[in-house]
């Protein structure tokens, strides 16, 4: 007896219209512009004498939403490469310091492949302690002294650390330091806008509210959708049946309803 599979009469084609993938894009969107975030990275990066074809702003905001989306490298953002002369320079007064150890038998599958030809095990510090060190801390300006603290530290940004990574650091996409640097920016940007999308949107759902990011990309971000237009308007029709699309529209009318910063 010969049983219909379940892609028995199944056609894909590509001719659908209207259609709208990762739509939880959207509430990135809108958590960056009701909290100011967008409006705020357009003043800070606007040079006078110079009008962009895109605002610097919108597209670094979009470049962030992207990464919370999942992209992990250049071919998922391609327009990172033509906006890395817009990111600057970082602040000034930072020192970098290296620490090198042996590594330990748990670190040596996630090695460099720097670090395996060296044979040494390399953690970086950026700080902004003074050469001087701090004022009433003795010894506050060795490197051994900053070391400790900002290891000691981190103890207490485990999750932290655990969402920059799902955030597209665990991996720099590019050779270019610059094009690095904007990466860091964004994947920060990225961070924070996931977490305030969390906070305003989600606040008193159990599940969502401090959920991790690749739960929120499962179940709300990567939700598909229909948009369709008429007079005048545009309508993004979710499925019914979605388990968390009451969530979703949830988080998008708390965001329409609070007031950007003015």
């Known amino acids: 007896m010969k049983l219909n599979g379940w892609d028995h009469a199944l056609k894909v084609t590509a001719t659908g219209e209207g259609l709208v993938g990762h739509a939880g894009a959207i509430l990135l969107r809108k958590a960056a512009d009701v909290t100011g975030l967008t409006s705020l990275l357009s003043g800070a990066l606007e040079e006078k004498g110079k009008s962009p074809l895109l605002d610097r702003g919108t597209v670094l905001v979009l470049t962030a939403a992207a990464i919370a989306l999942g992209a992990t490298s250049m071919s998922d953002v391609a ?3 033509h906006l890395a002369p817009l990111m600057g320079s970082g602040p000034g007064g930072l020192r970098w310091i290296a620490r090198r150890v042996k590594p330990s038998r748990r670190h040596k599958k996630n090695l460099t492949a720097h670090e395996r030809k060296t044979g ?6 950026c700080t902004n302690i003074p050469d ?3 004022p009433q801390v003795p010894g506050s300006h060795h490197p051994q002294f900053i070391d400790a603290v900002y290891r000691d530290h981190a103890t207490v ?6 969402t920059a990574k799902a955030m597209g650091l665990r991996n720099l996409p ?10 860091v920016i964004a994947a920060n940007i990225a961070a924070d806008l996931t977490a305030w999308t969390r906070l305003l949107g989600h606040h ?3 599940e969502l ?7 929120l990309r499962y179940r709300v971000w990567h939700l598909p959708a229909r948009l369709a237009a008429h007079a005048r308007q545009r309508t993004v029709a979710l ?3 979605w388990p968390w699309m009451g969530a979703f529209i949830t988080c998008w009318n708390r965001l329409r309803g609070l007031t950007a910063p003015a």
């Open 79 to 81: 327009l990172l490469r």
């Open 132 to 134: 001087a060190g701090m």
């Open 157 to 162: 940004e485990t999750d932290g650390v655990r």
């Open 239 to 241: 499925s019914p049946d």
């Open 204 to 206: 008193d759902d159990e």
């Open 174 to 183: 590019s050779k270019s330091w610059q094009v690095n640097a904007g990466w």
């Open 120 to 125: 040494w095990k390399y953690s970086i510090t």
């Open 209 to 215: 509210r401090k959920a991790e990011p690749d739960t």
